[in-house]
């Protein structure tokens, strides 16, 4: 793994047990030498899933079989490779996802649709079947619940990261305390339309598979789907959401009920620090930038006004030279086809008002703005002045080190 990113977290979080499921990961040569590249996760009888999944229209077969397998809205098992993603590999593809489900399930003691399958990595080449099947039996029979695992876990899905993406909340429902754990990679092809990007999360919570499914795609919005790295879409998006039911309290039959008020406060607050993460481990990143938009006719509109300033590598360039022109930022606004008026707008770098009611601010100083781009942290704000819809962005500068590796991606 290459040196950690310069934005990374001081600390790799440990992550608690969690009641129902263990996890074990190996090292089966799919591509890497020397790393993990298979991830398994066996979960309980009664487990419920819920999920996300890119919209791309050539996504990878696993993808489709996660698809077909929430309808049963149960989970045994999850089986993760990394190094290659098993995308636009035709009919072999699929047959190396329904051998793995397949393997998985005997192993497990589950019905095949009830382990779900995710690849990344290469697009175009189909992972070596033989390989993945032959290390399950022992992978499966070495997983355990501590931190280690949790860890280990995280580092055999990564592909171009330079850190494992760990994150954990508690919450209470009736009074009980219930955990949450989650762990994710990405770094380049990030542009979530549901980002290369995976993400495993977990709890201990007693929820129903519907009432999961809508917390998550509720959330998913605030998250993984309000980040860009490179403005492309992953072929192989996955979020997937799981619940143990081990957690002793009152069952829960619908998404609105109040008792679930601090469990959506804490499965937000894990999945945006995820997301953040992945901004943080962009490819060639050296600063992290959130781009807050308010006065927007929708909460929809407001969010790819942020997108679009997030994936301009005109912006995106000079965020990287730490050059103060927020004629790009502009340009961005007036570009991502949502309404915006010209002489509504205002625009603020690092708290400070550069541009309002259609021009810049009179006796606007430089200086201070140029001081705040050289930093690791940069914050811009846009008020569009047509009405309440707000939403906050995170994205990375645009530098010469995205180049290099991707440029070099399959050497």
């Known amino acids: 793994m290459p040196s950690p990113s310069p934005l990374a977290p001081e600390h790799i979080p440990v992550l608690p047990p969690i009641a129902g499921i263990v996890l074990a990961s190996a090292n089966c040569g799919i591509r890497y030498k020397g790393r993990r590249d298979l991830m398994v996760a066996l979960l309980d009888p009664g487990t419920t899933i819920a999920g996300v999944f890119t919209k791309s229209k050539t996504r990878g077969a696993p993808v489709d079989w996660c698809r077909a397998g929430l309808k049963r809205g149960k989970a045994r098992a999850i089986v993760v490779n990394s190094g290659n993603s098993n995308t636009f590999t035709g009919r072999a593809g699929v047959e190396v996802v329904k051998r793995t489900a397949a393997a998985m399930a005997k192993l497990a003691k589950c019905a095949p649709g009830e382990v779900f399958i995710s690849s990344t990595g290469v697009i175009g ?14 992978t499966a029979k ?15 899905i990564l592909t171009t990261d330079t850190f494992p993406k760990l994150a954990t909340r508690t919450a209470s429902i009736d009074g009980v305390t219930v955990t949450l754990n989650g762990f994710c990679k990405g770094s380049g092809m990030i542009a979530p339309d549901m980002a290369t990007m995976l993400a495993y999360l977990f709890t201990d919570a007693t929820i129903p598979a519907k009432v999961l499914q809508d917390m998550l795609s509720a959330s998913n919005e605030r998250s993984f789907n309000s980040i860009t790295v490179d403005g492309d879409t992953s072929t192989s998006d996955t979020v997937l ?6 957690a002793k309290h009152k069952r829960v039959a619908r998404a609105n009920d109040p008792r679930l008020k601090d469990f959506r406060r804490a499965l937000d607050g894990m999945m945006i620090d995820l997301a953040q993460q992945i901004i943080r481990d962009g490819e060639g990143a050296q600063k992290f930038v959130t781009i807050r938009v308010i006065g927007a006719v929708s909460a929809k509109a407001a969010r790819n006004v942020g997108l679009a300033i997030g ?9 990287a030279a730490g050059d103060a022109n927020w004629g790009r930022i502009v340009m961005a606004v007036g570009k991502s086809g949502e309404r915006v008026e010209r002489d509504t707008l205002a625009i603020a770098v690092g708290g400070v008002r550069i541009a309002d009611q259609g021009g810049p601010v009179p006796g606007y100083d430089e200086a201070p703005v140029a001081e705040h ?15 309440r819809g707000k939403a906050t962005v995170w994205t990375c500068d645009l530098t010469h080190g995205y180049i290099d590796i991707n440029g070099g991606y399959r050497s």
Do not use: H
Not at 125 to 138: G, Q, S
Not at 241 to 246: F, I, M, Q, S, V
């Open 125 to 138: 080449e189909p992972p070596p079947a033989d390989k993945i099947v032959d290390a399950l039996p022992a």
């Open 142 to 156: 070495s997983a355990r619940a501590d931190a280690a695992a949790w860890r280990n876990a995280a580092e055999a």
């Open 241 to 246: 959401l799981c619940a143990t039911g081990k």
């Open 311 to 319: 994936n301009s590598p005109l912006v995106k360039t000079a965020l």
């Open 373 to 387: 781009m050289t930093g690791r942290e940069i914050e811009i704000d846009v008020d569009l002045g047509l009405g």
